[in-house]
């Protein structure tokens, strides 16, 4: 059973920094494409970012463009998601998500396993 576990997450003030970190196990983790999405309170799942099995490709919704730098160490089977300038309309629960796939994945039903997620709260 593939396991991920997020953390990194907490209370930041408006323009400062967080680093997330995603540790899968129980599998071959360079063969999986990873991604990062969110969701607030009374709001849907969104995407935020996605990244190529091998690293050589990413995505990244608009609104974190710039911002938000997705990455991944295959060696350490860890996904990270480096989050600057952040902004009160960040502020939500940020899940990990893999799927054993040479595709870059954006969408939520792409994806099989599913961290359990962190909280993000960035104050104004």
């Known amino acids: 059973q593939v396991q991920l576990v997020e953390s990194g997450g907490g209370l930041v003030q408006a323009g400062g920094s967080l680093r997330l970190s995603c540790l899968a196990s129980r599998l071959t983790f360079g063969t999986y494409a990873a991604g990062w999405f969110r969701q607030a309170p009374e709001k849907e799942r969104e995407f935020v970012a996605a990244i190529s099995w091998s690293g050589g490709y990413t995505d990244y919704a608009d609104s974190v463009k710039g911002r938000f730098t997705i990455s991944r160490a295959n060696a350490k089977k860890t996904v990270y998601l480096q989050m600057n300038s952040l902004k009160p309309e960040d502020t939500a629960v940020y899940y990990c998500?893999?799927?054993?796939?040479?595709?870059?994945?954006?969408?939520?039903?792409?994806?099989?396993?599913w961290g359990q997620g962190t909280q993000v709260t960035v104050s104004s």
């Open positions: 998500a893999i799927e054993n796939s040479v595709r870059l994945i954006t969408t939520s039903r792409g994806y099989t396993h």
